[in-house]
């Protein structure tokens, strides 16, 4: 509780050239709920949040899919990293993306089964200019939500898109590395720098600042945080005792990351040599990318900086190789297996590290406190592939899942399966949970049943 009583859900930490957006605290509730009496709630309610997460190629469904329905199915395979959240996620089968069928246009399914998956729509087969697909989901609740956060949406990934050129048997590259659509012909490119990233979060500048300010700022390579500790000093003395903590626990996220950006753009003998300018890039470890990613998503969720996020493990139909799995051959070429046991395995060794990752942030989101549970319990989480089998390059019987509670809207620690069922179904049932209301996406037919019990 404040000393000047309620704070207000814009307030925001200043220092030179940085705003930090706060986390929700219990400050933040009207005052009506600071003065409810016993047995009544005295926080306000946190904000629910979507994100939307994409692995290329299909996945090896035999070790992905449970045996059993319902409650007491066993976690397979390539899914036991989830055991620890299993009552916080729904393992849904069953679900398709019908407009990714080719319908006479021959190869492409790569291209077709990620400008299909948020979209709904089948795309324009082109290599030019002339791109088609869709609105994406998270761009519709974009258009609706984004005006409560400073970011209407935030598109991350590990492979860079691309707006042009041939990927995909005649399709635009625009289709095979870009999730999310603002419209049928304008892709969100995603930003794949951590940096980029958290500057974007946490480092803006008033177009305002003099030279001499922007200069300082760059010339010390400070810490944002750096900027706004007196800011943050004066509210702490503000704040009980449960919201000092939160506060604390929040900018050592931030600077944490901050260590972890600057180590992984810094050779070793930057670090050792002042006179070398620090250079710019991505971390040259795969996980460690994924999860500095995943990382600067939960931050932006805590700090409500937006309610919507899409993230790429990699373009579709990547060929990337996981050496450090024991994996040298491509992704790609390893998903068209012709039933060769051998490949099935290096594939399942692949499924299981982005589940891996997935559990991590899972981790992270669980850990993460707010107003009535954890962050965990307030988001909407779809973590999936618009392809089935690689080698079939089917589109029906989806790899999904759906974590988090949705506010309370949602019954995890399930599997549910469906009879063919448009994933756009379920699309359309969690815009209903985040207050945006439309008739139809794609080719649904109505809500996805089952999802609250």
Known sequence: ??????????????????????????????????????????????????AFLYV???VHMRDWTPAEAGERFAMPPTLKALEPFRDQVLVLSG????????????????????????????????????????????????RELGRHTRLPSLELGIDPSAQ??????????????????????MPMAKEIDPRLVFDRLF????????PAERFKQQRYERSVLDFVLEDARQLRDRLGRNDRRKI????????????????????????TDPGMARPSGIPKDLREHIRLMLDLLTLAFQADLTR????????????????????????????????????HEKIKAINRFHVEQFAYLLGKLAATREAGGSLLDHVMI?????????????????????????????????????????????????????GVTIDRHGDSTGRLPRLDG
């Open 56 to 58: 290329p190629n299909g």
């Open 203 to 210: 480092g803006s500048r008033s177009r305002g600042d003099s």
């Open 382 to 434: 779809v973590y999936g592939s618009g392809i089935s089998d690689g080698d079939r390059h089917n589109h029906d019987n989806l790899p999904i899942l759906l974590a988090g509670r949705g506010g309370g809207t949602i019954q995890p620690g399930r599997h549910l399966k469906y009879d063919q069922q448009p994933l756009n179904n379920l699309y359309l049932s969690m815009l209903d949970r985040m």
């Open 95 to 142: 679900l398709a993306q019908h407009n990714a069928a080719p319908f006479g246009d021959g190869g492409g399914d790569h291209a077709r089964s990620l400008a299909c998956f948020l979209t709904g729509v089948h795309p324009l087969k082109t290599d030019g200019a002339n791109l088609r697909a869709g609105t994406s989901i998270d761009q519709v609740a974009a």
């Open 248 to 271: 604390d626990e929040y900018l050592s996220s931030i600077r944490e990351i901050e260590l972890r950006i600057t180590a992984a753009e810094t050779p070793a003998k930057a670090r």
């Open 308 to 343: 919507i996020a899409t993230f790429m493990f990699a373009n579709e139909a990547s060929n990337r190789s996981y050496p450090f799995l024991n994996v040298p051959d491509g992704h790609h070429d390893l998903s068209h297996h012709g039933g060769d046991q051998a490949k």
């Open 164 to 185: 042009s050129g041939s990927c995909d048997a005649g399709y635009s590259c625009a289709y095979s590395s870009n999730i999310s659509w603002k419209s049928a012909s």
């Open 1 to 50: 509780m404040t000393r000047a009583g309620m704070l207000s859900r814009r307030t925001v930490l200043r220092g030179l050239g940085t705003a930090i957006a706060l986390p929700w605290l219990e400050a933040m509730a009207p005052r009506a709920a600071q003065a409810a009496g016993p047995g009544r709630s005295a926080v306000a309610p946190a904000p629910l949040r979507m």
